[in-house]
């Protein structure tokens, strides 16, 4: 049977370096939400979006406030998960365009007995484009609760699973391509 998750999008960032609300942003046809929307549909059974822009919830997805305002990504996972409806989740932020269904599959085969599973390459790892379990919600709240907002710290604390993508990436050097700045729209 197919695992059922639950597609996260965050997509409430302030988007200081961008300058306007990423989400909005148009590459060709589409803006950057309904793009990663596109990723997720093909395997995730629900999509969730993290935001506070009411405008974000004109495509039908469910938009979570943050119940913890100014933590970060954090902040976003911990109330998403709360809602989510199933055990496992793909976090995906709304400026990483380039994922594909395909890798969000790739990392769902490696779930096993792990709270988190995040991709690693060359020394970097990439936690707002992996899964979590709703088991980490405890952790997570003791983190936010202690102002412990980096999501390194608290990965640390969980059963994490990191997945090395280095040969992935050799196909796909763009795979995590994040969008922060105009110029990298082009």
């Not at 049977?1 to 988007?15: D, E, H, R, V, Y």
């Not at 993290?50 to 970060?72: A, L, R, T, W």
Request: glycine share 6%; charged share 20%; hydrophobic share 40%.
């Amino acid at each position: 049977m197919k695992m059922q998750i639950t597609g996260i999008i965050l997509a409430g960032g302030k988007s200081i370096r961008m300058g306007t609300d990423k989400a909005l942003l148009k590459i060709g046809d589409k803006n950057l939400l309904e793009t990663v929307i596109e990723i997720c549909k093909p395997v995730c059974k629900s999509i969730i979006i993290s935001s506070n822009n009411p405008e974000h919830g004109k495509y039908g997805y469910p938009v979570i406030h943050d119940e913890f305002k100014d933590c970060g990504p954090i902040g976003g996972i911990y109330s998403c998960l709360r809602k989510s409806e199933t055990d496992w989740n793909f976090v995906i932020s709304v400026d990483t365009p380039l994922v594909t269904s395909g890798f969000i599959q790739f990392l769902l085969l490696q779930t096993g007995n792990f709270d988190a599973v995040i991709p690693a390459y060359s020394g970097k790892t990439e936690p707002l484009i992996a899964l979590y379990n709703k088991n980490c919600l405890p952790v997570i709240q003791s983190q936010i609760s202690l102002n412990q907002f980096k999501l390194q710290t608290t990965l640390a604390l969980l059963k994490t699973q990191l997945i090395e993508v280095d040969q992935l990436l050799n196909k796909s050097p763009l795979l995590f391509k994040n969008l922060n700045h105009p110029e990298d729209l082009s």
